[in-house]
């Protein structure tokens, strides 16, 4: 089967809802919380291309989406349904973005990726050994202090679980 890659700066909503349905099948299976952003409003230009479909036989196979707030770097999150792991599917859409990086100059990919995707930790492993670890993010969760106290209440922030294992590596793939 061949791989049809598509990368656009703005979604459809029947992509969306494709790609929400792909990340709810592949993060159900693997315990994973951190939801694919698919918004552009923050990005230093909009008009760059920042998600990235990967379909076999018109079906959703893998999703590629890249945060762009600076032109410093591009935070990446992606997935890929479990059928189709280990064929080239997340590579195929990686060296596609690497390639529309270099030519609006980011120079560095950001892994966004949780502690308890092996997959993703593999993957980086095998292709990135070089690949170093940023910093960690961390899941905010807020409650009120009052439960009672109505429109007055005050809400108090605790650090939550670990967010994500960010990892760097240059764009140039």
Known sequence: MSLEVKACAALTEPERAEILALQNEVYSGENLKNTVWLQTESHFDR???????????????????????????????????????????????????????QVHGVPDFLFDLEPQSETGKAYLKKHFPNAVHSHTEYRMTCEPAFPTAGKHNRKVCDGGDARGLSVRFPAQI
Do not use: I, W
């Open 47 to 101: 008009t760059v291309p920042c998600f990235y479909l990967g379909r076999e036989n018109d079906a959703l196979t893998a999703f590629l989406s890249l945060f762009l707030p600076t032109q410093e770097e591009a935070e990446v999150t992606a997935f890929t349904k479990q059928s189709a792991r280990n064929c080239g599917q997340f590579t195929a859409l990686l060296h596609a973005a690497a390639k529309e990086m």
